[in-house]
């Protein structure tokens, strides 16, 4: 039995083959690699004065336009989970 709370799981979903799940220990967030693409997204506007909400969204947006997929395994990479190319 897993201890994950109920909106973490999901039922009836086909996975593609490109695709392999790996689950996570409980309390680990480190391990997630959607933290590290937060982490790299705060960093560029956490403490900084920004004019107003419409300059932070277009700044956002930016930062958007760059996560492509080899910038993404780039920053979320971990020794330990193999990526194919």
């Known amino acids: 039995m897993f201890a994950n709370a109920g909106f973490h799981a999901c039922k009836n979903i086909t996975i593609p083959e490109n695709?392999?799940?790996i689950r996570i220990p409980p309390y680990t967030p480190e391990l997630n690699p959607a933290e590290?693409?937060?982490?790299w997204?705060?960093?560029r506007v956490a403490m900084k004065f920004i004019e107003d909400v419409e300059v932070l969204?277009?700044?956002i947006a930016q930062m958007i336009?760059?996560?492509?997929?080899?910038f993404i395994k780039s920053i979320t990479?971990?020794?330990?989970?193999?990526?194919?190319q």
């Open 19 to 21: 695709i392999k799940l």
């Open 65 to 70: 336009t760059q996560l492509y997929a080899d």
């Open 41 to 43: 997204m705060k960093e």
């Open 77 to 84: 990479r971990y020794g330990l989970i193999p990526f194919k």
């Open 57 to 59: 969204q277009i700044k």
């Open 36 to 39: 590290k693409v937060w982490q």
